[in-house]
Each structure stands twice: as structure tokens, then as C-alpha cells.
């Protein structure tokens, strides 16, 4: 029933921006924390940032100061600003959802977007 949708992937060139998006639908009582993670080939897959219910972030070193998390509440929807891109941050992105069901018993549970493919050409 709950499903996460990404978008806004695509190839740029270095130097460029990129705005992705995950969208969070199907039976919610709430979005909780919320994260990007990516994977490039041959590589396993790594945290980009994320973003808690209350509004606190966190970034990989490797992308501070470049990136921007956000999220908008009323649309249980997560951004990942990405400017200056780097060739190195070429991989498919997965966006990432802590979510309340409304169910008395374990009510939370993780949920991963398809991924978005995110090429940055030299």
C-alpha cells in the first residue's frame, strides 16, 4: 500500500544542478525520518543525507556544502537539492522513509524508493 516515488534524475554535466524528489503515498499516518542514499557500480550502497520528522539533517562529508535535504510535510515528500555536481557522484539514488502505518503493533516500518539515476558527465 505505501510506495515511494522518485523523479528528477537525469545526466548533466559537471558543474551542474539536479532537484530530485520522493514522494510518499498509500496508507500513512506519518512520514518520519526520511534519507537519501546512493549506489554507484560496483560500489555498495551509501548514506547521502537525511532528514528527521523535526526538521534536524545530516550529510556524507562527500557532499556537504553542495547538498541541500528537505522536506515538505504536507506532502510527504523529501527533496535532494544537488548543485555543483562531481562525475564521482554518478550512481542511482534511493530515497529512503521511516513510516508510521497507523498500526498499534510495530507500527513503523522502512520503505526504499526504485531509485533515480543520477549521471554527471567530466
Known amino acids: 500500500q505505501v510506495q515511494l516515488v522518485e523523479s528528477g534524475g537525469d545526466l548533466v554535466q559537471a558543474g551542474g544542478s539536479l532537484r530530485l524528489s520522493c514522494a510518499a503515498s498509500g496508507s500513512i499516518f506519518s512520514v518520519n525520518g526520511m534519507g537519501w542514499y546512493r549506489q554507484a557500480p560496483g560500489k555498495q550502497r551509501e548514506l547521502v543525507a537525511t532528514?528527521?520528522?523535526?526538521?534536524?539533517?545530516n550529510y556524507a562529508d562527500s557532499v556537504k556544502g553542495r547538498f541541500t535535504i528537505s522536506r515538505d510535510n504536507a506532502k510527504n515528500t523529501v527533496y535532494l537539492q544537488m548543485n555543483s555536481l562531481k562525475p564521482e557522484d554518478t550512481a542511482v539514488y534511493y530515497c529512503?522513509?521511516?513510516?508510521?502505518?497507523?498500526?498499534?503493533?510495530?507500527?513503523?516500518?522502512?520503505?526504499w524508493g526504485q531509485g533515480t539515476q543520477v549521471t554527471v558527465s567530466s
Open positions: 529512503k522513509a521511516n513510516i508510521n502505518i497507523g498500526r498499534s503493533s510495530a507500527p513503523v516500518r522502512v520503505y
Open positions: 532528514i528527521a520528522g523535526g526538521g534536524n539533517t
